[in-house]
């Protein structure tokens, strides 16, 4: 039984379009994530929500917005898509919420490609 | 300046030589120190973590950490063709913030 699933695994989509991932957590945990990682590998966190509110929002366009209906789902919704949003975005999700366990456990990772 | 910064290799080791990945951050408030592998295609999971400066050994790893320098390693030793992936170091203040990893390969 995965901890951490997203879907979809792969979106391609033209450029201008909306799209939304959507996460759930089966491990009871409070805190949960959203990264990008670009094709550098780096990974930088967007968004972070504790039990249903938003604690972290990095300088992310407002074209991203994350919404949590409850505490094991997290969902991410981009609108008008542009060829910069082209990467793998990972939900994870943490035990607490100062997260200096350092311990987050990620989701397969979408990947999205925007033409 | 990057937050972490780690050389983006890649690393090119012979099996059963110590691999050794370093890592620098910039913030001296930063607590907690973390690496994670990530293998081609694969989400990254936590393989280390380190807190106070020192060595911390498990199995076939050691983290080191430097507080004064500001500087965290990763020591593999008798390298193994699985550990070819790619290594991101994480510090955490306020959130965990990764660097932009480290390709390791591993020679048979």
């Known amino acids: 039984d995965t901890a951490v699933s997203q879907t979809p695994k792969y979106l391609v989509t033209q450029m201008g379009n909306d799209k939304s991932i959507k996460c759930e957590q089966n491990?009871?945990?409070?805190?949960m994530y959203w990264y990008k990682q670009d094709s550098k590998k780096f990974l930088k966190i967007m968004f972070s929500?504790?039990?249903?509110?938003?604690?972290i929002n990095e300088t992310v366009p407002n074209r991203f917005s994350p919404k949590s209906p409850d505490k094991a789902h997290l969902n991410l919704h981009i609108n008008s898509l542009e060829l910069g949003d082209s990467a793998v975005y990972f939900c994870?999700?943490?035990?607490?919420?100062?997260?200096?366990?350092?311990?987050?456990?990620f989701g397969e990772g979408s990947r999205l490609t925007v033409l | 300046q990057k937050e972490v910064e780690q050389n983006s290799g890649p690393l090119s080791v012979p099996e059963g030589a110590i691999a050794s990945l370093n890592c620098t951050y910039s913030?001296?408030?930063?607590?907690?120190f973390f690496w994670y592998r990530q293998y081609s295609g694969k989400s990254p999971e936590l393989i280390m973590s380190?807190?106070?400066?020192g060595d911390k050994e498990d199995g076939r790893f050691t983290a080191q950490l430097n507080k004064a320098s500001q500087y965290v390693s990763l020591l593999i030793r008798d390298s193994q063709p699985s550990d070819s992936a790619t290594y991101l170091c994480?510090?955490?203040?306020?959130?965990?913030?990764f660097g932009t990893g480290t390709r390791l390969t591993i020679i048979p």
């Open positions: 994870a999700s943490s035990q607490v919420r100062t997260i200096d366990t350092g311990e987050l456990f």
């Open positions: 491990l009871g945990h409070d805190t």
């Open positions: 929500y504790n039990n249903k509110e938003l604690i």
């Open positions: 913030d001296r408030v930063s607590q907690s």
């Open positions: 380190i807190y106070s400066n």
């Open positions: 994480a510090v955490t203040n306020e959130k965990l913030t």
